[in-house]
Nanobody, 122 residues
Framework: QVQLVESGGGLVQAGGSLRLSCAAS????????MGWFRQAPVREREFVAR???????TYADFVKGRFTMSRDSAKNTMYLQMNSLKSEDTAVYYC????????????????WGQGTQVTVSA
């Protein structure tokens, strides 16, 4: 049974940093694309970043240069380092796993975590 558990969210001032973690069980990073998504109030869930099973990382344009995604296969954990946070980054952040493809499409992801709240104060 696949389980994804996010942690690391919280309240931070604009310009600050947070590191999110996603602990995965029941899967191996060698065969899954792992993604980060976010959903702000009254907005649709949107793609943030993904890492393919081959290790290729793709970012949404609005986080390039500020967010860094990584994974630790030994710990089966992936991370999202978020720097230079802005108020518009406020959202619930989700990690997700895609077994069959490497896309940014929400519908392609098979498993989702419960989300962790990130709030950036102006």
């Amino acid at each position: 049974q696949v389980q994804l558990v996010e942690s690391g969210g919280g309240l931070v001032q604009a310009g600050g940093s947070l590191r999110l973690s996603c602990a995965a069980s029941g899967l191996t990073f060698r065969t899954y694309t792992m993604g980060w998504f976010r959903q702000a109030p009254v907005r649709e869930r949107e793609f943030v970043a993904r890492i393919s099973w081959t290790g290729v990382i793709t970012y949404a344009d609005f986080v390039k240069g500020r967010f860094t995604m990584s994974r630790d296969s030994a710990k089966n954990t992936m991370y999202l380092q978020m720097n230079s946070l802005k108020s518009e980054d406020t959202a619930v952040y989700y990690c997700a796993a895609d077994r069959l493809s490497s896309t940014s499409e929400i519908g392609s992801y098979d498993y989702w975590g419960q989300g962790t709240q990130v709030t950036v104060s102006a």
